[in-house]
Structures are given as structure tokens and as C-alpha cells.
């Protein structure tokens, strides 16, 4: 098994910047690649970045490329989303999720681990 645990999120006006962390325990030797996911009110859960858990590769959904940067803290087993330029649409939960599979995917539900949740609320 393998636990996973965010913070950072919290209320920021619009132009602002966050930086969420995913503190990930237990099995880690078995995960492959690390995503971060959000959920608005009323939507459905989407893809948002995910990088290589042993570093290197990362993808970014077009709504947050040059915007968020996702990367690999190997000293404490950490992943980090910079949030810069934050807009009102990006106000949701964001979620942090674990796959064991060996290759990379934008798919929610072929994650195998998930975090509780952090809520982003950014104000016009």
C-alpha cells in the first residue's frame, strides 16, 4: 500500500501562487509516476500534471502549461505542483494520485493510490 498526503492549498486572489506538496509513504519503490488531479464543484475530476517518480518526464494539461510545474523532491518522497498566474477556474480540490503501472497516462481512475484532497480556492 502506499499513503498519500497533500497540503498547501488554501485562498489566494487572482495572479497569485501556490505550491502543493504530496508527501507519499508505505510501498514507494512501486510507484511509477505521480499526478495531480482536480475536481470544481459540479465537474469531473481532471488530469492536471504527473511526473516520473524517479524524476525527469513530466506532462502538463493545456490549461496549466507555463503556468503550474510539477517536480520530485527524492530526499523526502515529495511532489510538488508550483501553482504561478492562479485564475478563478482553477479554484477546485486537487488530489494527488500514485500509479504502479509502467507507463504514463492522463486517466484518473487508472491511478492506483489517491490523496485525501486539498482545496484551491482562487478569488477574482
Known amino acids: 500500500q502506499v499513503q498519500l498526503v497533500e497540503s498547501g492549498g488554501g485562498l489566494v486572489q487572482a495572479g497569485g501562487s501556490l505550491r502543493l506538496s504530496c508527501a507519499a509513504s508505505g510501498r514507494t519503490f512501486s510507484i511509477y509516476v505521480m499526478g495531480w488531479f482536480r475536481q470544481a464543484p459540479g465537474k469531473e475530476r481532471e488530469f492536471v500534471a504527473s511526473?516520473?517518480?524517479?524524476?525527469?518526464?513530466?506532462d502538463y494539461a493545456d490549461p496549466v502549461k507555463g503556468r503550474f510545474s510539477i517536480s520530485r523532491d527524492n530526499d523526502t518522497n515529495t511532489v510538488l505542483l508550483q501553482m504561478n498566474s492562479l485564475k478563478p477556474e482553477d479554484t477546485a480540490v486537487y488530489y494527488c494520485?500514485?500509479?504502479?503501472?509502467?507507463?504514463?497516462?492522463?486517466?484518473?481512475?487508472?491511478?492506483?493510490?489517491w490523496g485525501q484532497g486539498t482545496q484551491v480556492t482562487v478569488s477574482s
Open positions: 494520485g500514485a500509479r504502479n503501472g509502467r507507463w504514463v497516462t492522463r486517466r484518473g481512475d487508472e491511478y492506483d493510490y
Open positions: 511526473v516520473l517518480w524517479s524524476g525527469g518526464r513530466t
